[in-house]
């Protein structure tokens, strides 16, 4: 696996690699690699011919008194992780290399409407970073093909209209949600969990399921059953963020006339803020 820090070292071999006839698939991350990060470099490899994995804690995306400086950082077993899947480069760089010496100072990219809600709400200026950093990156590898997980989904749509708006000719890949045994979703925040607090947080896949349940059965009261969820996560001790019933193309509150839905919710346990979504179809009645 190649590894690199700089930008004009990536671009020469990337070059080589698109004069060589191969395609490029690109998978960014920030690190603290888990068994959902290794599926992410599993599934571009069934879909280019060289991976090309980042590790970058992005500045940009995290608020003032978010946890930038604890985010937890794991170089060596991360790049032995990468190792083991037959990743073909990590591109590691640092802060300096990808935005230079004046982080207020940089250009950035504003994707409208998707990002005023739920996560974008909560945290000003995250998807702001997002889409800033995936730009860069889409720039700097010009991948054929790039994969992300699922389970920041609304992440995974304002990338996909970042895309659009500004033509990046990629394939944009989703990836399912990885989990535990017990259903919690896989995450890098998931280490700040005690063990007690990691099997109760398994309550929120099982509220995100039982809402889906109701709704197949034909209860269309989405305040209702918002309600009835985050009722039933304060009373396990969580802080629910939000808990919605949305069209699952557009992230609107859910109506009766939609047949595609997500549910998004983001709930606190104790010192990790926790994603999670459920996606379903309803049949044509």
Do not use: W
Not at 8 to 33: H, K, S, W
Not at 129 to 148: E, R
Not at 231 to 238: H, I, K, M, N, V
């Amino acid at each position: 696996m190649h590894t690199i820090s700089n930008k004009r070292p990536l671009r020469e071999l990337l070059t080589d690699t698109r004069q060589a006839g191969q395609t490029i698939a690109l998978v960014p991350t920030m690190g603290n690699l888990h068994a959902g990060h290794l599926q992410l470099v599993k599934v571009a490899k069934t879909k280019a011919d060289f991976v090309v994995c980042t590790i970058f804690v992005n500045p940009l995306q995290f608020g003032p008194h978010e946890d930038l400086d604890a985010y937890p950082r794991t170089l060596g077993e991360d790049i032995a992780k990468l190792t083991s899947v037959d990743c073909d480069c990590l591109f590691i760089p640092a802060v300096s290399e990808i935005y230079g010496s004046d982080l207020s100072a940089q250009s950035t990219v504003q994707v409208p409407e998707l990002t005023n809600l739920y996560c974008g709400k909560s945290r000003p200026g995250h998807f702001e970073g997002v889409a800033t950093i995936v730009c860069k990156l889409f720039n700097l590898v010009q991948p054929n093909v790039a994969v992300f997980g699922l389970k920041d989904y609304q992440q995974f749509l304002v990338i996909q209209k970042m895309t659009a708006d500004l033509e990046f000719n990629i394939d944009l890949v989703g990836v399912a949600i990885q989990r535990e045994a017990h259903g919690l979703a896989l995450s890098s925040r998931n280490r700040y969990l005690n063990d007690e607090q990691q099997q109760k947080a398994a309550l929120i896949y099982q509220s995100l399921l039982d809402i889906e349940k109701r709704i197949k059965k034909g209860n269309l009261d989405f305040s209702s059953l918002e309600a009835l969820a985050v009722q039933r996560l304060d009373d396990t001790g969580f802080k629910v963020d939000y808990f919605s019933i949305c069209n699952a193309n557009t992230l609107r509150a859910a109506s009766k006339l939609d047949r595609e839905f997500v549910i998004l919710t983001a709930v606190q346990v104790g010192p990790s803020r926790l994603l999670d979504n459920v996606r379903f179809t309803l049949d044509k009645q």
